[in-house]
Nanobody, 121 residues
Framework: QVHLVESGGGLVQSGGSLRLSCTAS????????MAWYRQPPGKQRELVAA???????NCADSVKGRFTISRDNAKNTVYLQMHSLKPEDTAVYYC???????????????WGQGTQVTVSS
């Protein structure tokens, strides 16, 4: 079993900052890519930013220059630093990890439970 637990969401004013964290735990042999997705109210889930095990990153055009994804492989943790937040960033943010468990030769996708980020204007 592998679990992802997010933290750091909340209510912030427009222009403010938040830092999300997500830690994976359980029977983990290796974590490949990790990412943050978000689902705004009434819309589909979308990729915000992703990072490989080697540290290569990519992010959505809508957050470039404002959000930064990073990870600590020793802690099985991925972070999303968000600056200059806008009301349109309001969403439930989900952590994702492509994990190779200790018990199988195949990797699987795992998701966190989501954390709410609300940006007031």
């Amino acid at each position: 079993q592998v679990h992802l637990v997010e933290s750091g969401g909340g209510l912030v004013q427009s222009g403010g900052s938040l830092r999300l964290s997500c830690t994976a735990s359980g029977s983990i042999f290796l974590i490949y890519s990790m990412a943050w997705y978000r689902q705004p109210p009434g819309k589909q889930r979308e990729l915000v930013a992703a990072i490989t095990s080697g540290g290569s990153t990519n992010c959505a055009d809508s957050v470039k220059g404002r959000f930064t994804i990073s990870r600590d492989n020793a802690k099985n943790t991925v972070y999303l630093q968000m600056h200059s937040l806008k009301p349109e960033d309001t969403a439930v943010y989900y952590c994702y990890a492509d994990v190779l468990p200790t018990s199988t030769p195949d990797s699987y996708d795992y998701w966190g439970q989501g954390t709410q980020v609300t940006v007031s204007s």
